[in-house]
């Protein structure tokens, strides 16, 4: 992709997400403008709003922001082209399974409750 830099404002119009949206999404470590102006606007690329589709896309599918971080940070991990060894390849594209195959609207700390399992995924006690 080219190298033309975006500002919040044209991120927004394209994401249909709003400025204090994506600003938000940076604040909690989901998207990280690839670069500042001068002037210090956040400036980013075609990448960065392929990312932010997808955020956009993620949430109304009930995932969490630390869910979303995440999947994101697998994705990237599995993209940057460092080499992997095998098992530690497979745990990845073995998380980004288990989150597919998930129901459309269900956080995994949905599917953890609806097993019986509490946060941590270990079994949950009732008293």
Known sequence: MGSEHLQTGEVAARTEL???TIRHYEDVGLVIPSARS???FRLY???D???LVVIRRMKPLGFTLDEMRDL???TDHLECGDELAPAQREELVARMCDVAARPAGV???QVRHQQGLGIDGMAAHSS
């Open 45 to 47: 690329t075609e990448d």
């Open 72 to 74: 994101l940070g697998t």
């Open 49 to 51: 709003v392929a990312r």
């Open 38 to 40: 001068q002037g210090g």
């Open 107 to 109: 956080g995994a700390h």
């Open 18 to 20: 709003s400025p204090r």
